[in-house]
């Protein structure tokens, strides 16, 4: 099983990103998938959630309308775009599935917002 990230880099406030996630080695169109974001010191927090069929999304209150989770289950990936970036979006931001009690997470890519 492998969740790989990427997109992650360093932009302005005010600036977008849109960062990726690859999902191999389990059945990608039948787990919800996640973002998460950990900020030095702090605990890891949902950002963002899509269910396995891509009908319904939830948001953390932080991030709702400047943030969009898709996902593209023909592509097995799993998408964030971040609009409207903010310094306190700063965060390794990470990609996780679950179902059948099963949990699986990627490895993290790093978000800096800074000018």
């Known amino acids: 099983v492998q969740l790989v990230e990427s997109g992650g880099g360093l932009v302005q406030p005010g600036g977008s990103l849109r960062l990726s996630c690859a999902a191999s080695?389990?059945?990608?169109?039948?787990?919800?998938m996640s973002w998460y974001r950990q900020s030095p010191g702090k605990e890891r927090e949902l950002v963002a959630t899509?269910?396995?069929?891509?009908?319904?999304?939830n948001y953390a209150d932080s991030v709702k309308g400047r943030f969009t989770i898709s996902r593209d289950n023909a592509k097995n990936t799993v998408y964030l775009q971040m609009n409207s970036l903010k310094p306190e979006d700063t965060a390794v931001y990470y990609c996780?599935?679950?179902?059948?009690?099963?949990?699986?997470w990627g490895q993290g890519t790093q978000v800096t917002v800074s000018s």
């Open positions: 996780n599935a679950e179902g059948f009690r099963r949990t699986y």
């Open positions: 080695g389990f059945t990608f169109s039948s787990y919800h």
């Open positions: 899509i269910t396995s069929g891509g009908g319904s999304t």
